[in-house]
């Protein structure tokens, strides 16, 4: 299909594991992105992934990319209740414009 | 060094009316990129300017347009509103036309409510 789709909802407990998956559209796509969202703020840049690579690490952030599935995923370790918040996965096509998932809310508990 | 400003944060209006969002970039940044947020329809791409022309567009109708101005400050216009125009409208700007290695640093939007 034409969207970028990700699951709406994850639940964690602080201190496991956060893994956010998405599955993106076109395989001609050069960079893919995660951004968060904290409540009554933009949108801020965690990472990205070029095409040609299948993971990158950044300090609690593990990103794996899947590029004959297309799928993508975002791992946090060690979640904190500071990682609460909407987590979008972002592709950018080869046209140029950036095609976002609908987001997942990741919620912490204590 | 400031980031990037929106004005207004909020504003409603009617059906009908039009109105006029306006986006300063961070200083020095040449882009500004415009997206749509809404619960349904999530994030969508509007338009890109740099160094005044429009460089890149999304599937929008042609009520919504936009302009840069030389101080790369940007505005995006809706004219005829809708009630499905109401969302959360985000700026972002870079450096240079926005890519992986040049990235996008986004507003707090603004909210238009359209009744």
């Known amino acids: 299909g034409e969207d970028v789709e990700q699951s709406l909802f994850l639940s964690v407990r602080e201190g496991d594991s956060s893994v956010i998956n998405c599955t993106y559209t076109?395989?001609?796509?050069?960079?893919l992105y995660w951004y968060k969202q904290e409540p009554g703020a933009g949108l801020q840049l965690l990472t990205y992934i070029f095409s040609n690579m299948d993971m990158k690490q950044d300090q609690r952030l593990t990103v794996l990319l899947n590029k004959k599935d297309k799928h993508l995923s975002l791992r946090i370790a060690d979640t904190q209740t500071g990682d609460s918040a909407i987590y979008f996965c972002?592709?950018?096509?080869?046209?140029?414009?950036?095609?976002f998932g609908k987001g997942t809310k990741l919620s912490v508990k204590p | 060094k400031a980031g990037v400003t929106q004005t207004p944060r909020y504003l409603i209006k009617t059906r009908g009316q039009q109105v006029t969002l306006s986006c300063s970039p961070i200083s020095g940044h040449r882009s500004v990129s415009w997206y749509q947020q809404t619960p349904g329809q999530g994030l969508q791409f509007l338009f890109e300017y740099f160094s005044e022309t429009q460089r890149n567009k999304g599937n929008f109708p042609g009520r919504f347009s936009g302009r840069q101005f030389s101080n790369s400050r940007s505005e995006m216009n809706v004219s005829t509103l809708e009630l499905g125009d109401s969302a959360l409208y985000l700026c972002a700007s870079s450096v240079r036309l926005a890519g992986a290695d040049n990235e996008q640093f986004f507003g707090p939007g603004t909210r238009l409510t359209v009744l």
């Open positions: 972002a592709e950018r096509r080869s046209q140029g414009n950036l095609i």
């Open positions: 076109d395989s001609s796509s050069t960079y």
